[in-house]
T-cell receptor, first 114, second 113 residues
């Protein structure tokens, strides 16, 4: 079974700073997919970014980018120029080749201070 | 616009009662999933379905059941609610294919007293 570990339960940074959220995972599969989801206080789950394991190039979506280190099984999320609206829970998630749902980490509560 | 709707948004019930949480999606997705979210645990998979009449157990399926009689709906039933099932429940759906994103409902907060 796969496991996803987010070692930072909570982080706090000043607005406009850059912040990196860490995520490691454990799997014996070679083909898999990784995701970051954002959950604001509204409880809505919002897909932030996704990465295919077979792609060496790190995914980017505007201010959000990942550092994917396949050998180290690491998938960190970098948020540049952080904004107050980035305050949320962030979940790292893994999907194996069998596509039987996502395995989530326990989440990191990110607080952006004005 | 297509969407995924969960009802009710909040529910309070008593221990031992049967409870059904509804999930309805208009994406016409074959894949549907139920998760529960608890502080310190993230989201954990309860049950999932790849199509009509298909159901599969997830990581935390004990005490829960689902049935899939059509593409749009995957109701989650707690046969005999327990206080340990107090949680926020999320339904999600997706197209087949592993990189297809999951579309989530807005969750149901269930309290078992």
């Amino acid at each position: 079974a796969q496991t996803v570990t987010q070692s930072q339960p909570e982080m706090s940074v000043q607005e406009a700073e850059t912040v990196t959220l860490s995520c490691t995972y454990d799997t014996s599969e070679n083909n898999y997919y990784l995701f970051w989801y954002k959950q604001p206080p509204s409880r809505q789950m919002i897909l932030v970014i996704r990465q295919e394991a077979y792609k060496q190039q790190n995914a980017t979506e505007n201010r959000f980018s990942v550092n994917f280190q396949k050998a180290a099984k690491s998938f960190s999320l970098k948020i540049s120029d952080s904004q107050l609206g980035d305050t949320a829970m962030y979940f790292c998630a893994f999907m194996g080749g069998g596509a039987d749902g996502l395995t989530f980490g326990k989440g990191t509560h990110l607080i952006i201070q004005p | 616009d297509a969407e995924i709707t969960q009802s009710p948004r909040h529910k309070i019930t008593e221990t031992g009662r049967q409870v059904t949480l509804a999930c309805h999606q208009t994406w016409n997705h074959n894949n549907m999933f139920w998760y529960r979210q608890d502080l310190g645990h993230g989201l954990r998979l309860i049950h999932y379905s790849y199509g009509v009449h298909d159901t599969n157990k997830g990581e935390v399926s004990d005490g829960y059941s689902v049935s899939r009689s059509n593409t749009e709906d995957l109701p989650l039933t707690l046969e005999s609610a327990a206080s340990s099932q107090t949680s926020v429940y999320f339904c999600a759906s997706s197209d087949p294919g592993t990189l297809k994103p999951l579309h989530f409902g807005n969750g149901t907060r269930l309290t078992v007293t």
